[in-house]
């Protein structure tokens, strides 16, 4: 089934801009989930189906998914962003939840 | 507001059945555009799904834990659960049920109980 690549780490300074990619094979045909998990609690929806955010999710958090690589886009990072961030797909061929390994966010 | 909790014991022997169970409250059970899934996390690894209900309908598992693994509802209490059998050490995890939204092929978890931890060990 489908296997999701993620970087364990990715580090940025507070304001810039982070990217969390997702990697797999033609995943752009896919519709990528993400989640975001502090430690100690529960992971959190951050956005689904690519690109839409639930509601109370601010807007500096976006998706894409093209081709092999979906990414989390987080503009303007604060000290709160810091967190593992897991994607997410359903494998409708085979009826399969499957996650990618999860990115760990250092905010320096 | 939906609110979903796990419960079961915090610590099972190896070779043993680990029961789990998840309550729903405050929002729907049975939805055309819910299912309902069992998530667990070792430590320090990401998610990984176990298995999913569609009430009624359908129950659907991960390839490599259908062996040991069953999922069953009880809708006169609003409750889902979970058998684990002949557990070892790599099933010490936290485990943890979610509301899983169904909008034709693509599905997410949203939102996910607090979560419960197992450890096996004897």
């Known amino acids: 089934s489908v296997v999701l690549t993620q970087p364990p780490s990715v580090s940025v300074a507070p304001g810039k801009t982070a990217l969390i990619p997702c990697g797999g094979p033609n995943i752009g045909s896919l519709s990528v989930h993400w989640y975001q998990q502090r430690p100690g609690q529960a992971p959190v929806l951050v956005v689904h189906?690519?690109?839409d955010r639930p509601s109370g999710i601010p807007e500096r958090i976006s998706g894409s998914n093209s081709g092999n690589t979906a990414t989390l886009t987080i503009s303007g990072v604060e000290a709160g962003d810091e967190a593992d961030y897991y994607c997410?797909?359903?494998?409708?061929?085979?009826?399969?939840?499957?996650f990618g390994g999860g990115t760990k966010l250092t905010v320096l | 507001q939906l609110q979903i909790q796990e419960s079961g014991p915090g610590l099972v022997k190896p070779s043993e059945t680990l029961s789990l169970t998840c309550t729903i409250s405050g929002g729907p059970f049975i939805s055309n555009n819910y299912y309902w899934a069992w998530i667990r996390q070792a430590p320090g690894k990401g998610p990984e799904w176990i298995g999913s209900l569609q009430l009624g309908v359908a129950t659907y598992y991960n390839p490599s834990l259908r062996s040991r693994v069953t999922l069953s509802v009880d809708t006169s209490k609003n409750q889902i659960s979970l058998r684990f059998n002949s557990v070892t050490a790599a099933d010490t995890a936290i485990y943890y049920c979610?509301?899983?939204?169904?909008?034709?092929?693509?599905?997410?978890?949203?939102?996910w109980g607090q979560g419960t931890r197992v450890t096996v060990s004897s």
């Open positions: 997410q797909v359903w494998d409708s061929s085979v009826d399969q939840g499957v």
């Open positions: 979610a509301r899983q939204v169904i909008s034709g092929p693509i599905q997410w978890f949203d939102p």
């Open positions: 189906s690519d690109r």
